[in-house]
């Protein structure tokens, strides 16, 4: 059975830091791409980094120089670096898992965890 567990969320002042962490079990962890994602309130979930199983790095526009997406293989676990936080970047933040990178969709999700950032 595969598992997602994203920590590291919370209240933050804008222009502050927080590094969610995402513990995977259950899958071959180091042939995955991995991503977060996320949701606000009344819209849609959207990317907000990848990680290819090689190493490979995509951002959205509106966090590119600000985030920073990592991988430890050897601990199953993605990172999620944030930096000069936003009021905007306030979502739930969601890890997710695809065996291919050029694949659309993802084939497992994490529970996700609350960020909020306060102005």
């Not at 598992?3 to 209240?11: C, F, H, R, Y």
């Not at 259950?26 to 309130?41: D, I, V």
């Not at 050029?102 to 909020?116: A, I, K």
Request: aromatic letters at 10%.
């Amino acid at each position: 059975q595969v598992q997602l567990v994203e920590s590291g969320g919370g209240l933050v002042q804008a222009g502050g830091s927080l590094r969610l962490s995402c513990a995977a079990s259950g899958l071959t962890f180091g042939t995955y791409a991995m991503g977060w994602h996320r949701q606000a309130p009344g819209k849609e979930r959207g990317l907000v980094a990848r990680i290819g199983s090689g190493g490979s790095t995509y951002y959205a526009d509106s966090v590119k120089g600000r985030f920073t997406i990592s991988r430890d293989n050897a601990k199953n676990t993605v990172y999620l670096q944030m930096n000069s936080l936003k009021p905007e970047d306030t979502a739930v933040y969601y890890c997710a898992a695809k065996r291919k990178l050029v694949q659309l969709n993802y084939d497992y999700w994490g529970q996700g965890t609350q960020v909020t950032v306060s102005s």
